[in-house]
């Protein structure tokens, strides 16, 4: 499929035998057919949370991932702390989708 798409949606998390390979194969994949990769994590916790939870932890999201997407309920500090994690790393080719609303039934936001 690589070659004819532009975007490959994952929620890593749910990957059963998630490893470094995986996640080398899906990088060079990427590269390989110049597609991104949009990890639908939907970011919702305070900005220090965040952080940790983008650029650590066990699923590293900020090496390989181009799109995240997070939530705006939180307030600002959700995007502000992705920005500027992004930003202290120099990489330019990473972005935020601001959920605005959630479409799940029965859904506060």
Do not use: C
């Not at 991932?65 to 705006?72: D, P």
């Not at 995007?79 to 935020?96: F, H």
């Amino acid at each position: 499929l690589g070659p004819y798409i532009a975007v490959l949606k994952t929620h890593i998390d749910v990957v059963s035998d998630l490893g470094p390979e995986t996640l080398e194969g899906l990088t060079r994949l990427a590269r390989q057919h110049d597609f991104l990769l949009f990890e639908d994590r939907k970011f919702i916790d305070i900005g220090s949370t965040v952080q940790k939870q983008y650029k650590g932890g066990a699923l590293r999201i900020h090496d390989w991932a181009h799109i995240v997407n997070a939530s705006i309920l939180p307030g600002p500090g959700v995007i502000q702390a992705l920005d500027e994690t992004i930003s202290q790393a120099g990489v330019a080719d990473r972005g935020i989708l601001i959920l605005a609303e959630m479409t799940s039934k029965g859904s506060l936001a």
